[in-house]
């Protein structure tokens, strides 16, 4: 490994490890989401009891039994906290605004892979602080759960496409601030649009079948559906709707690649 390669690498490790650092730092803050977190699992589990009410637990709806669908919701409240989100697009907004973006050229370091390390770095501080617990109290005492090889390694992937593509949907949108003046209006769509049709809601298979396999050449359902539905053995999530999800990753990863240089060459010629 060369010397520029090793001193990338590293600057790469040590802003992720700034970012598992701030996490903890803001441990309080953590905290509190993880028991709204939990607030929240308890008052979608009483609603789901209710949809399901009539059945035994194992009444399935669109393939989905009671105890898969309360540990979708449950999963997925937990998923969105320690996932590249919102935070992510302002932080990178704010400092397009203020101009501290520019001394970030100067690390020896792609600028797109800055981002992806603080992201990852971020999201493996909140999860060691949030998510690690609720899935060890949820898994040990809640709804007990068994991981063979193959589900786990299918789980691995479907979670790394997922946050690949969280990524580069919050990344785009920050950087979108250096072509227009406000980029909240973008947020609110991107937040719909995981809503509807990304399966944060309720798991897409309770959908009408027409609204379902539309929904699923979509990017946005790849970054919450298929890996809730991937953990609670989805029928619906087959070897085709990883493929798709991995399309989805590499073409909006390629997507950001020209976006970071379009706007980085009006940072240089223009001055941001």
């Given at each position: 490994?060369?010397?520029?390669?090793?001193?990338?690498?590293?600057?790469?490790?040590?802003?992720?490890g700034?970012?598992?650092k701030?996490?903890?730092?803001?441990?309080?803050?953590?905290?509190?989401?993880?028991?709204?977190?939990?607030l929240?699992?308890?008052?979608?589990m009483?609603?789901w009891?209710?949809?399901?009410?009539?059945?035994?637990?194992?009444?399935?709806?669109?393939?989905?039994?009671?105890?898969?669908?309360t540990?979708?919701?449950?999963?997925g409240?937990?998923?969105?906290?320690?996932?590249?989100?919102?935070?992510?697009?302002?932080?990178?907004?704010?400092?397009?605004?203020?101009?501290?973006?520019?001394?970030?050229?100067?690390?020896?370091?792609?600028?797109m892979t800055?981002?992806?390390?603080?992201?990852?770095?971020?999201?493996?501080?909140?999860?060691?602080?949030?998510?690690?617990?609720?899935?060890?109290a949820?898994?040990?005492?809640?709804?007990?759960?068994?991981?063979?090889?193959?589900?786990?390694?299918?789980?691995?992937?479907?979670?790394?496409?997922?946050?690949?593509?969280?990524?580069?949907?919050?990344?785009?949108?920050?950087?979108s601030?250096?072509?227009?003046?406000?980029?909240?209006?973008?947020?609110?769509?991107?937040?719909?649009?995981?809503l509807?049709?990304g399966?944060?809601?309720?798991p897409?298979?309770?959908y009408?079948?027409?609204?379902?396999?539309?929904?699923?050449?979509t990017?946005?359902?790849?970054?919450?559906?298929?890996p809730l539905?991937?953990?609670?053995?989805d029928?619906?999530?087959?070897?085709?709707?990883?493929?798709?999800?991995?399309?989805?990753?590499?073409?909006?990863?390629a997507?950001?690649?020209l976006?970071?240089?379009?706007?980085?060459?009006?940072?240089?010629?223009?001055?941001?």
């Amino acid at each position: 490994m060369t010397g520029t390669l090793r001193r990338g690498w590293q600057t790469r490790w040590a802003i992720a490890g700034t970012q598992v650092k701030l996490a903890f730092h803001y441990r309080t803050r953590a905290f509190a989401q993880g028991i709204g977190a939990l607030l929240l699992i308890g008052l979608q589990m009483a609603l789901w009891s209710a949809v399901y009410a009539g059945g035994d637990g194992q009444v399935r709806e669109g393939g989905l039994t009671l105890h898969q669908t309360t540990v979708y919701a449950a999963a997925g409240t937990v998923w969105v906290l320690c996932l590249p989100g919102l935070a992510l697009a302002r932080q990178l907004e704010t400092k397009i605004r203020d101009g501290r973006i520019v001394t970030e050229l100067l690390l020896p370091t792609g600028f797109m892979t800055q981002w992806f390390s603080a992201a990852l770095g971020r999201t493996a501080g909140v999860t060691v602080l949030v998510g690690v617990p609720a899935s060890i109290a949820g898994a040990a005492v809640l709804y007990p759960f068994t991981l063979d090889p193959a589900h786990a390694g299918r789980l691995v992937l479907t979670t790394v496409i997922a946050f690949v593509i969280l990524f580069d949907f919050s990344y785009l949108i920050g950087l979108s601030a250096f072509f227009i003046r406000r980029v909240e209006g973008l947020n609110e769509i991107r937040e719909a649009l995981l809503l509807l049709l990304g399966g944060s809601m309720m798991p897409i298979s309770l959908y009408p079948a027409g609204l379902r396999d539309a929904a699923v050449w979509t990017p946005f359902v790849h970054g919450f559906y298929t890996p809730l539905g991937t953990l609670v053995r989805d029928p619906f999530v087959d070897a085709r709707v990883v493929a798709l999800g991995a399309c989805w990753a590499v073409l909006l990863s390629a997507a950001a690649v020209l976006c970071t240089r379009a706007a980085l060459r009006k940072l240089v010629i223009a001055g941001g």
